[in-house]
RNA sequence: GCCCCUGUAGCUCAGUGGAUAGAGCGCCGGCCUCCGGAGCCGGGUGCGGGCGUUCGAGUCGCCCCAGGGGUACCA
C-alpha cells in the first residue's frame, strides 16, 4: 500500500471516530484525497478534507474539524507529524524512521517495485498501431506504439492481466488500392506501360518493393491471370509489408501477444453474429441499396453504412464484429483501443454501437493520440502516405535513437499536439533529459561496482544511518513511484513517467553532489550504498516502464 | 455549420478544485585535491480574453478569439 492511501485511511478512520464520539456531526464524507503539496514546509502529503467537510458541517470552522480530526487520528507508524494549517488543511510529515526503513523494503522488492494493487485483476485488451499494411510506419504511428506499449506495461504493473494487440486490415479497400499499386509498379519496373490508380499509393517505396520482388521472384506475376496476379502479388508485398512494419516495432521495443487478422472476422463468421445480434436488437435498416446500423436510434448525428450498395462490408462493420469479438468471445473485461487524431469521429459511434450489442460502453476506453508535426529546423514536414515520401519512423529512429524517440514522444499528453524536430533532437543528444536520467543510472552502476572492487558488502547496511536531508529526499521522491504508476494506470496516462524520471534522476545527482557514498566510514558507506541501490531500482523501473534501457556504463 | 483536441516562461511541455504555478532547452554567472563534470549551485519571465460556479479556479460551466483534427457506401 502506498503511504498516501494509508494516509487517506487514516483520515477516514479519525473522522469515523470523530463522529462516533460526537465531536463531529454524522454527514457524508468527501473523497479523503491526499496531495503532495506543491511548496515545501507543508509536509509531505496534505488533506483539504477539512475545508470540504465545513460547508456540510456547518456552524464548525473547517479550522476546527481539522483540529478534531487530527486529534482523532489513529497512532501510524507511517505519520511523523500531523498539523493544522490555515484556513483548514491538515499537513503530515513522514516519519523519518519509517522513511529510513523503506530503503530495505524498496531493495527487497527490487524489480517488483512499483507494483500496485488496484483492488480488482481484470483482462485488459491493450489494442494500438494496428496501421494498415500498405506502407511503413510514420512517426504518428510510433507515437502511438509507445504510448500504448508503455500503457500496457503499467497496466501490468498495476496488476492487470494485459493482452497487447496489431489489429491487421488484410481486407478492405485500401488494401485494393495498395494491390492495384503495386501490380503497377511491378510491371513498370519489369518494362511495361502501367499507370498508378487514382486512389494509389504514390510514394516511392512502392517502386523500391516492386523493384525488390522482381529481383527475388522475377516476372512470373505477368504469366498469371491479371486478377489472379494481382492478388498473388499483393499478398506477398504485404507480407513484406508486415515484416518492415514488426521490424520497425522491435528496434523501439515494441512487441505484441496477438497479431489479429480482419479477414478472420468474416471467415470465423463473427461478423455474423455481431451483425444478427443487432438486427434482433433492431439496428439494422435497409436504405438506397446499403446496409446501415441506426446509430441515429442511439442519438448520434447520422446512420452508419455496415454493408455498401456493392455488398462489400465497411470498415465500421470490421470493427462492429472485432469488438464484438474481444468482449464477447475472447471476454477481455476492458478493452483499451488507441488511435489517431483521424479516427476521432469513431469514438461515439464505436461506443454507441456497444450499447446496441448490450455490452457496457464504460468497459472501452479510447485514447486518441494528436497529430504529430515532424519538422526540420522551421521546415514543416508533411506526414502523408498517400502523396508520396514521407519521413518514416525508421529514419527518426535512426536519427534520434530509440531511447529518445521514447522519450520525447512519452513526455506529452497524448492530448497534445506535438512538434517534433529532428534537427533539434539531433543537436540535443548531448544535453537531452533521457541521458540525465540513463546517467543517474550508470552513475550508480559506476559506484556499485565501484564499491564491488574494494569488496564492500552492504547487506548489513544500517539505514537508521541515513539521517540528511539529501538521503532523506531522495528516499522520498523513491516513495513516489508506486504511487505514480498508480496514477497512470487508473488514468490511463503514461506522460507522467518521463516526467517523473527526471525528477528522480535530479535529486539523485544532488545528492550525489552533497553526500560521498563511499568513504572512510565504513558503516555510513554500507547504509549509502543500500540507498542508492534503491534509487537505481526505482531508476531501472521506471526505464524500464518507459521501455527504455538501463545502463550500466554510458 | 456541427463534433473532438489544444492555447501556461523566449522555445518544447508538465501541473489529481486547494496554500507562493513547475521542468527541460536556450541565455548569464559560479563549482573539478574526492565514488563518472553526460554532473552540481545560483539568476526570470507566464496561465489567450470575458462572465459565472465555489470558502478557494491554470483546473469546472457558458460565451468569444486563435491553432489543429474530424465530419465518405476510405481506413
Not at 146 to 173: H, P
Not at 370 to 398: C, F, N, P
Amino acid at each position: 500500500m502506498t503511504a498516501k492511501k494509508e494516509i487517506s485511511d487514516l483520515l477516514v478512520a479519525a473522522a469515523q471516530q470523530a463522529m462516533a464520539a460526537g465531536d463531529l456531526p454524522s454527514i457524508a464524507l468527501p473523497d479523503a484525497t491526499v496531495e503532495h503539496p506543491q511548496k515545501s514546509g507543508f509536509g509531505d502529503y496534505a488533506s483539504s478534507i477539512a475545508l470540504k467537510l465545513s460547508r456540510a458541517a456547518k456552524p464548525r470552522q473547517a479550522l476546527d474539524i481539522a483540529k478534531i480530526l487530527v486529534s482523532h487520528l489513529p497512532a501510524s507508524a507511517i505519520v511523523g507529524q500531523a498539523e493544522v494549517a490555515p484556513p483548514g488543511f491538515i499537513n503530515f510529515t513522514l516519519s523519518d524512521n519509517w522513511l529510513k526503513r523503506q530503503v530495505e523494503t524498496i531493495v527487497a522488492a527490487g524489480d517488483e517495485f512499483g507494483s500496485v494493487d488496484l483492488g480488482k485483476r481484470e483482462k485488459v485488451q491493450v489494442e494500438f498501431v494496428s496501421a494498415n499494411p500498405v506502407g511503413p510506419l510514420h512517426v504518428g504511428n510510433g507515437r502511438g506504439a509507445i504510448l500504448g506499449s508503455t500503457l500496457a506495461n503499467i497496466l501490468a504493473k498495476a496488476g492487470q492481466e494485459v493482452t497487447r494487440e496489431y489489429y491487421l486490415n488484410d481486407a478492405g479497400s485500401q488494401l485494393d488500392a495498395f494491390f492495384r499499386t503495386l501490380w503497377a509498379r511491378y510491371r513498370q519496373a519489369l518494362g511495361q506501360e502501367a499507370e498508378i490508380p487514382a486512389d494509389g499509393y504514390a510514394g516511392t517505396y512502392m517502386s523500391d518493393l516492386a523493384g525488390e520482388i522482381v529481383a527475388s521472384e522475377g516476372d512470373r506475376f505477368l504469366r498469371l491471370p491479371e486478377a489472379e496476379a494481382l492478388t498473388a502479388l499483393g499478398q506477398l508485398g504485404m507480407a513484406r509489408i508486415i515484416d518492415w512494419i514488426k521490424t520497425d516495432l522491435r528496434n523501439i521495443g515494441v512487441e505484441f501477444d496477438v497479431w489479429f487478422s480482419e479477414k478472420s472476422l468474416y471467415a470465423n463468421s463473427q461478423f455474423d453474429q455481431a451483425f444478427s445480434l443487432l438486427k434482433e436488437r433492431g439496428y439494422v435498416v435497409e436504405r438506397e441499396g446499403a446496409v446501415w446500423f441506426a446509430s441515429t436510434a442511439l442519438g448520434e448525428d447520422k446512420d452508419t453504412v455496415v454493408i455498401r450498395s456493392n455488398g462489400t462490408p465497411t470498415y465500421f462493420a470490421s470493427d462492429i464484429a472485432y469488438h464484438y469479438n474481444k468482449f464477447v468471445e475472447r471476454g477481455f473485461d476492458r478493452v483499451i483501443d488507441i488511435w489517431g487524431a483521424d479516427h476521432q469521429g469513431h469514438v461515439n459511434r464505436m461506443k454507441v454501437v456497444l450499447s446496441a450489442l448490450g455490452i457496457d460502453p464504460s468497459r472501452l476506453g479510447i485514447l486518441i493520440t494528436q497529430l504529430v508535426t515532424l519538422k526540420r529546423g522551421s521546415e514543416v514536414i508533411k506526414i502523408s502516405k498517400r502523396t508520396g515520401d514521407i519521413i518514416t519512423l525508421r529514419e527518426v529512429i535512426e536519427e534520434v535513437g530509440a531511447d529518445a524517440c521514447r522519450f520525447f514522444f512519452l513526455a506529452r499528453s497524448a492530448d497534445s499536439q506535438m512538434d517534433f524536430d529532428l534537427a533539434l533532437a539531433k543537436e540535443q543528444s548531448q544535453e537531452n533529459p533521457v541521458y540525465y536520467v540513463q546517467y543517474a543510472h550508470a552513475r550508480i552502476a559506476s559506484i556499485l561496482r565501484t564499491a564491488a572492487e574494494k569488496g564492500i558488502g552492504y547487506e548489513d547496511g544500517d539505514v537508521d544511518l541515513l539521517s540528511t536531508e539529501p538521503e532523506l529526499t531522495l528516499i522520498r521522491k523513491m516513495l513516489e513511484f508506486p504511487e505514480l504508476v498508480e496514477l497512470a494506470a487508473v488514468n490511463l496516462e503514461p506522460h507522467h513517467l518521463p516526467h517523473y524520471s527526471q525528477e528522480l534522476a535530479g535529486i539523485f545527482h544532488s545528492f550525489y553532489k552533497q553526500c560521498r557514498v563511499i568513504s572512510e566510514d565504513d558503516q555510513l558507506t554500507k547504509a549509502r550504498l543500500k540507498l542508492v541501490h534503491a534509487a537505481k531500482i526505482a531508476l531501472a523501473n521506471a526505464l524500464d516502464l518507459m521501455g527504455m534501457t538501463a545502463p550500466e556504463r554510458m
